[in-house]
């Protein structure tokens, strides 16, 4: 696979969102792991999980659910050398399963800890802010992540969900421990132009999360971005690939994170990154 620059490292252009692996009966053990073996025979080297990713049902349990399980299927596997491991803090899961800011101070870096016990490394590869929290300010949420970075405990800082403005304040601060940004963007969700402008002037990594938005539902394909489905239909391949390809062709910033849990989802994602779109396809997308 095509690899692209995220800090001082190389990673595979296609990454892997973990938000949806959880360890149920229809997730088997062996199919997670099956999952990250093929994954990694493709290329696919920047695997994305955060702390407040888990199941729904585990109430505050689902708090470092998915970081132990990923943790566990990597040490499982012998694979922690071929993999660049990324995670979050900043969100929270509350009592009923849903979804709560705390951008503390106190929180972030008890978070940074907690993450580094879960995943069992001596230091994060990648740890990105989640959201910002309306009841802490930009300025303050920025200096508790410079003190992260001058830990020691991290060896890069991301961001997750910022605006462009709070982009520039953050790599202001933060200078080179500042290395990418993910935000939502794909056929349906546009409006993150802006911030992929940004971190390309920055020279900022821009991963898309939910990169596949608008193409899982058939109806809404074919009514609202007909062309994604039309030119893969011409070119013999899944309208997910077209999608990441159109996405991949914004800019060589761009590494879209799909999320996957069989290993045919991932496989098909990650033959997205040899599959050059021509100006005229691109232009149709655009339009789509």
Same mark, same amino acid.
Request: with cysteine.
């Given at each position: 696979m095509?690899t692209?620059?995220?800090? *001082? ?6 990454g ?7 360890q ?5 053990r062996?199919q ?9 025979d493709?290329?696919?080297t ?11 049902e *585990?109430?505050t ?10 943790a ?12 660049l ?12 399963g849903?979804?709560?800011?705390d ?5 972030l ?5 907690a993450?580094?016990?879960r995943?069992?490394?001596?230091q994060i ?16 949420t920025?200096?508790t992540l410079?003190e992260?970075?001058a830990?020691g405990?991290?060896a ?5 969900n910022?605006d ?11 200078g080179e421990?500042l ?6 963007? *794909? ?17 900022l990594?821009?991963?898309p ?12 394909l074919?009514a609202?971005?007909?062309a ?6 011409e070119?013999?391949?899944s309208a ?12 060589p910033?761009v590494i879209p994170?799909p999320?996957?849990k ?6 098909d994602s ?5 599959l050059?779109?021509?100006a ?9």
């Open positions: 095509h692209r620059t995220l800090g *001082s490292h190389q990673v595979g252009a296609i892997l969102g973990l938000m949806t692996f959880s149920t009966g229809e997730q088997p062996d997670l792991l099956d999952t990250i073996r093929a994954a990694l493709a290329g696919v920047l695997f994305d999980t955060a702390d407040a990713y888990g199941r729904a *585990s109430g349990a689902a708090n470092g659910e998915n970081e132990a399980l990923v566990g299927l990597l040490d499982e596997l012998g694979v922690r050398d071929r993999v491991l990324a995670t979050k803090g900043g969100h929270v899961r509350t009592a009923d849903g979804w709560g800011l951008s503390s101070r106190d929180h870096v008890a978070a940074v800890d993450s580094l016990t995943l069992g490394v001596e590869a990648l740890w990105q802010h989640h959201r910002p929290d309306p009841e802490v300010s930009w300025e303050d920025v200096a410079a992260i970075a830990s405990k991290v890069m800082i991301g961001l997750s910022a462009p403005e709070q982009i520039r304040h953050a790599h202001a601060v933060l421990s290395v990418s940004v993910q935000n939502q963007y *794909s056929p349906k969700f546009r409006t993150s132009q802006p911030e992929i402008e940004v971190c390309a002037e920055l020279g990594a821009f991963l999360w939910s990169p596949l938005g608008g193409l899982s539902d058939a109806k809404e074919a609202k971005h007909p994604f489905a039309e030119i893969a239909a070119r013999g391949v997910q690939q077209v999608a990441l390809a159109w996405e991949l062709a914004q800019s910033v994170i999320g996957a069989r290993p045919q989802s991932i496989r990650a033959a997205a990154a040899d050059e779109l021509t005229d396809e691109l232009a149709r997308l655009d339009a789509s």
